[in-house]
């Protein structure tokens, strides 16, 4: 029988050793920064040699992709992540409350210009994951081991000022994203078995939260992908009902001036970064998975989006270019008996698909703030990831629409927008720092600036609004 084995060769100093990592972790990297006498050695990229036959050795060393293998603690066996259950963890994460809240904030631009903004956040969106991608396998080039949070990487590329302001962005944005989820859950759970607020936001968080805790990577994606195929075909058959009335003349309304205040609410609908880090983990580093994983995963919600901001915006006769109606999904759940039900289940499912993307992000970044081993599910992170939306929901009852709003006017372009482009100039462009990985995103210093000052763009512009908005109530 033919043997194979792995040997490592490092691409950088080959004086310098790549040490193995323990049997009794979780993963396996084969990238290693060693420190000796207080300084930081060159990053080292291994390679894999496979031989058939250990007294035949192949002539030249065979690269891999990954950069470290995901084992089993209990079977010592491999475990490489799986690019479908990756895909549905990017699109449950996408596929959340916020495209409830699409039709509203797009009814004014009419369908065919909210469409146009629609693509092009989702096109910014996933140049944004792609850098989040990149610096992330950087800096786990660097530290030797998976479960690299945004902590990290902020540390690494823009110190101590980027990472508190990251922190504190990319705690609020959780936080808010959650206790908005928790809100809406509780709600969808209370009217359809009765039983009180708190107790359907307590049996809301322990049954996902659960699943993300005890759950291994295969459980939860399978559980991701049973969410996102009931996102499916609640979404097809709320479609099928809400169709009938289409008007496809109301699709070629448009009023461009209008859309950019749509922008805010659509890239919070599109947010999924909080999860590269997990994918790049969980992808052992193949940033050609992950790259597939953020492209396919974020198509599946355009999409869905396109088609659900269609439906409704060319159902409701009138609707499209006029700002008088406050919520066009309500005004649909009440011309039609049949649509409410099905609202219902799409809500939940997406809530509850994005809701697990979440908790494992937030989680792993707070492991990762509080310095734990990567590969060990520890209870710290994940109390703090559950209780204090759980508690927060029940103080106000317009909590959800609070959250949302905020979350995505001030949030979500900061730490999804800006700090992705800035991490990854700095990364590229200091002299300080070295990134083994090359660029995945093209475009050099255009690229980066065209995502750093669109964000900052209308980000500048909702605050001159919102201040306006304040004078005119004086």
């Known amino acids: 029988m033919a043997l194979i084995s792995a040997h490592c060769y490092p691409l950088l100093k080959p004086t310098s050793l790549i040490l193995p990592s323990s049997v009794s972790a979780a993963r396996t990297p084969v990238l290693r ?166 107790e359907s936001a307590t049996l809301f968080s322990l049954a996902f939260g659960g699943i993300c805790y005890f759950g291994s990577q295969r459980l939860i994606g399978a559980v991701n992908g049973f969410l996102v195929f009931g996102i499916l075909a609640s979404f097809t058959s709320l479609v099928v009902v809400a169709s009938g009335n289409l008007q496809w003349s109301s699709l070629l309304e448009a009023n461009f001036a209008a859309a950019p205040q749509s922008i805010p609410i659509i890239a919070l609908s599109f947010v999924y970064q909080n999860v590269v880090p997990v994918l790049c983990t969980n992808l052992e580093g193949d940033l050609s998975k992950v790259r597939t994983a953020i492209i396919a995963g974020t198509a599946i919600p355009l999409v869905l989006f396109l088609v659900w901001d269609g439906v409704i915006l060319g159902t409701l006769p009138g609707i499209a270019g006029n700002s008088n109606v406050s919520d066009p999904l309500e005004l649909l759940r009440s011309n039609n008996g049949m649509v ?88 590229r462009y200091s002299d300080e720092l070295e990134a083994p990985v090359p660029p995945i995103v093209p475009g050099g210093k255009v690229t980066l600036g065209v995502v750093m000052g669109g964000a900052l763009l209308v980000i500048v512009s909702e605050i001159i609004k919102d201040i306006m908005q304040l004078q005119g109530l004086h």
């Open 340 to 427: 409410g039900p099905i609202v219902e289940a799409f809500s939940f499912l997406a809530i509850g698909t994005s809701y697990i993307g979440f908790v494992l992000g937030l989680s792993d970044f707070l492991a990762d703030l509080l310095k734990l081993p990567s590969g060990q599910n520890k209870p710290l992170p994940y109390l703090l990831t559950l209780l204090p939306p759980l508690v927060l929901s029940q103080l106000d009852p317009e909590i959800f629409f609070k959250a949302l709003d905020f979350a995505g006017t001030y949030g979500v372009l900061v730490l999804f927008g800006v700090f992705p482009a800035a991490m990854s100039w700095s990364e």
């Open 33 to 198: 920064r060693l420190v000796r006498s207080g300084t930081r050695r060159p990053l080292q990229r291994c390679l894999c040699s496979q031989y058939a036959d250990e007294r035949h050795p192949a002539e030249s060393p065979q690269q891999l992709e990954r950069l470290f293998s995901n084992l089993n603690q209990a079977t010592m066996k491999h475990e490489p992540g799986s690019l479908t259950s990756s895909i549905f963890l990017v699109a449950g994460t996408t596929v959340g409350a916020g495209i409830l809240a699409i039709p509203a904030v797009t009814q004014e631009a009419g369908f065919l210009a909210s469409a146009v903004t629609c693509i092009f956040c989702w096109l910014y969106m996933v140049v944004t994951g792609l850098l989040v991608a990149e610096v992330n396998v950087n800096t786990m080039c660097e530290i030797g081991s998976g479960g690299v949070s945004l902590v990290s990487m902020a540390m690494r590329t823009l110190g101590t000022a980027g990472v508190r302001t990251a922190c504190l962005s990319y705690l609020f944005i959780h936080y808010a994203l959650l206790v908005a989820y928790v809100a809406r859950s509780s709600d969808i759970i209370t009217n359809s078995l009765g039983i009180p607020l708190w």
